[in-house]
């Protein structure tokens, strides 16, 4: 029996994709080169040092001090906590407060397992801060997806097992994170991308949300 939900937050429950897009494109343009909205998609559910590592290689900057890779990872999030500010309940993305309602008149704990160390600023900012039984955000974790750190540390938080968790994730990282972690997981996108997960949505809406219930008894074909 499924006993709790892990969601993701980046891109499940909100779209902060295009602001992360302008911050960091607004640092390629600093440092003198494109990067463009394909390139953008490798850093979907990436930490941010890496997703810097990402961006250097596209504008082929080597050599950079490990000083100077932090000045640009704050600079970049400096921008991006400027462009979050503007969240409201309303950037909530459909389907998100409709699953959390019905999880919880089941009796599903709920948690958040993302990477970003401004979860709690977006969640203040979509008013969702008290919406979820425990948050684990990039502030507690070690180990960055795909690795399982971030949502086994979620399953601990609700003291369930972590065969009795679901993920919800829109990253192939993030899927693999919580297949490593022994966890059921739903994709929210493309099946290009999330193949791996045992079903996938292009959006939260789009969820049969009883199927949830039961994943643990269904075996992905
Ligand atoms: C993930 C996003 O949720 O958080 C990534 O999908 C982002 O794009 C990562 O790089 C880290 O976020 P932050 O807010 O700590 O820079
Ligand atoms: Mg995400």
Known sequence: MIKACIFDLDGVIVDTARFHYIAWKRLA???GFEFTEHDNER???VSRMDSLEILLSVGNITN???EKKLEYADMKNKWYVEYISTLTPADILPGAIEILEFLKSHNIKTAIGSASKNAMSILQGLKLEHAFDTIVDGTRIAKAKPDPQVFLTGAYDLKVSP???VV???AEAGIEAAIRGGMKCIGIGSPVQLGKADIVVPSLDKLNFDIVLSLDSITKQ
């Open 64 to 66: 950079l001090t490990h």
């Open 43 to 45: 850093l979907k559910g």
């Open 168 to 170: 919800f994730e829109d």
């Open 29 to 31: 343009n600093m440092l």
């Open 163 to 165: 065969g009795q968790c």
